[in-house]
């Protein structure tokens, strides 16, 4: 994904995913992600995957990927797929450091209420979800690499400086070598979004700041649960949980 978009100034969702469940497999998330891409009208979505047995990475059709349990790596690198309902996709799993990250960019997600939920509902059904987060952004690299908790270009304002610091302490996290040791998998979250799936714990955490009635939190599971918040009560959740330790 280039920064095209970001050109023209797509406005689209980010639905991320962090470290699914170990139990979790790979065949089945990308087969479910396969039905997510084709619910999208994406008949044809190119990709760069990279499949194992292979020296380099191959350009290849996603949906023609027949053994998915050999894909590590999925990213769209076509410009065409805001125009068909995918604005960018990004999957990736790194064995060594046992991290998994799923990025889904859906424009004009307003025009389909309930699209992201329906989705994470796809993805749990697997075989569990983990920590999940959405957010509002162009689209382009700028807007994946917060995803990832990666940096991006020089920082000049304040705000900018305090929103890499932010994002260093979250990829700080999201590369510990013991998932059982990153935060976001505990008791702690990266920050209030429009959409949050939570832990049991992280549901707690939330309810002690927020007050938010036991009815606002979807049950997934014994130990998830759906957060979705409109952008005045991110607005003041953030507010309030200004220097909270409850924040990565």
């Known amino acids: 994904m280039t920064d095209?978009?970001?050109?023209?100034?797509?406005?689209?969702?980010?639905?991320?995913?962090?470290?699914?469940?170990?139990?979790?497999?790979?065949?089945?998330?990308l087969t479910r992600l396969k039905s997510i891409v084709t619910q999208l009208g994406n008949v044809e979505l190119l990709v760069s995957a990279d499949v194992h047995g292979k020296e380099k990475s191959v350009t290849t059709d996603f949906l023609k990927i027949k053994d998915l349990s050999t894909v590590h790596g999925v990213e769209t690198i076509s410009e065409h797929g805001a125009a068909t309902g995918l604005g960018g996709l990004f999957y990736t799993y790194n064995k060594v450091l046992d991290m998994a990250v799923l990025s889904i960019a859906i424009p004009n997600h307003q025009l389909r209420p309930g699209l992201m939920e329906s989705f994470i509902g796809?993805?749990?059904?697997?075989?569990?979800?983990?920590?999940?987060?959405?957010?509002?952004?162009t689209l382009g690299k700028r807007a994946l690499y917060y995803a990832l908790?990666?940096?991006?270009?020089?920082v000049r304002t304040h705000y900018e400086r305090m929103l890499a610091q932010e994002v260093g302490r979250f990829f700080f996290q999201r590369t510990r070598k013991d998932r059982g040791d990153r935060a976001y998998n505990l008791d702690k979250i990266r920050h209030v979004y429009p959409v949050n799936v939570l832990n049991r714990i992280?549901?707690?955490?939330?309810?002690?700041?927020?007050?938010?009635?036991?009815?606002?939190?979807?049950?997934?599971?014994?130990?998830r649960y759906l957060l979705?918040?409109?952008?005045?009560?991110?607005?003041?959740?953030?507010?309030?949980?200004?220097?909270?330790?409850?924040?990565?």
């Open 4 to 29: 095209l978009h970001h050109q023209h100034a797509i406005s689209a969702r980010y639905l991320v995913s962090y470290d699914w469940p170990v139990t979790a497999d790979t065949q089945q998330i």
């Open 122 to 137: 796809a993805l749990h059904e697997v075989d569990g979800i983990g920590y999940t987060i959405a957010f509002d952004a």
């Open 149 to 154: 908790g990666i940096t991006f270009g020089e």
């Open 202 to 223: 992280q549901k707690q955490g939330m309810q002690a700041i927020t007050e938010l009635d036991e009815r606002r939190f979807t049950r997934l599971d014994d130990d």
């Open 228 to 248: 979705v918040l409109d952008y005045a009560e991110v607005l003041g959740i953030r507010e309030k949980s200004v220097g909270s330790d409850f924040l990565i």
